[in-house]
C-alpha cells in the first residue's frame, strides 16, 4: 500500500543512503519523457527534509537539463534489490547548477571530485512516496563501474568540454541545455 510524506524522515534518508543506484525522470511540455539511471557512490545527497543535491556527470546527452530549463518538475526513484521490498519516490521541483554558478560552488563540497562532473542538481522535495516493491527483483551489488571515471580522467578538462560542445548544447528534442551559457 502506498504512503505519501511531506519530507524525507531519517529511515527514508537511511534507505536512500544504502542505494547504488537511483531513476530520474523529466520531461518538456513535448517531445521524450526521459529516464535516466544514476549512480556512483556518494553522487547523491540529502541536505535537508526536502532538499537532495545529485552529481550530474558527462553522457552522451544532457536531457535532464534541457527539461529543467523548460519544465522544472522531477520524479526521483530508489528501489530496493536488497533485503526488504520498498519503492520510494521523491517529486519535485529542480533546478540545474553549473561550475560558473555560484551555488554549484556552494554545493561541491557534498560531493567527492569526480572526473567528468558537469553539473549539480537541486530538487526541492514536495512529495515523498513509498510502496511496496514486492514484484522487484533481488539483485546483488557487485561494485561500481570505473568506465565513466577512467575515459573522463583520460580526456581531461579540454577534451570533456569540446564533447559538451558537440553531445551536450542540445536535447535529442533539440532544446537548450544552456551549459556554456552566462
Not at 549512480?39 to 552522451?60: I, Q, R
Not at 523548460?70 to 519503492?87: Q, V, W
Not at 519516490?89 to 567527492?112: I, M
Request: proline residues 3%.
Amino acid at each position: 500500500m502506498a504512503k505519501f510524506f511531506t519530507e524525507i524522515t531519517s529511515k527514508l534518508q537511511t534507505f536512500i543512503e544504502a542505494q547504488h543506484i537511483f531513476f530520474v525522470a523529466t520531461a518538456a511540455a513535448d517531445g521524450r519523457i526521459n529516464l535516466s539511471p544514476k549512480g556512483l557512490a556518494d553522487s547523491f545527497k540529502v541536505t535537508d527534509k526536502n532538499t537532495v543535491l545529485w552529481l550530474n556527470l558527462t553522457g552522451s546527452g544532457n536531457e535532464t537539463a534541457a527539461h529543467i530549463l523548460e519544465n522544472n518538475r522531477m520524479t526521483i526513484m530508489f528501489c530496493s534489490f536488497e533485503a526488504k521490498p520498498l519503492i520510494l519516490r521523491l517529486y519535485g521541483s529542480a533546478k540545474v547548477y553549473h561550475e560558473r554558478d555560484a551555488e554549484f560552488q556552494n554545493n561541491k563540497h557534498h560531493f567527492p571530485e569526480i572526473p567528468g562532473t558537469r553539473q549539480i542538481v537541486e530538487m526541492k522535495v514536495e512529495s515523498v512516496q513509498t510502496s511496496c516493491g514486492f514484484a522487484v527483483p533481488f539483485m546483488d551489488f557487485k561494485e561500481e563501474r570505473q568506465q565513466l571515471n577512467a575515459w573522463a580522467e583520460k580526456q581531461g578538462k579540454e577534451r570533456i568540454e569540446n564533447y559538451w560542445k558537440e553531445k551536450n548544447t542540445k536535447s535529442i528534442d533539440g532544446l537548450e541545455t544552456k551549459i556554456f551559457e552566462k
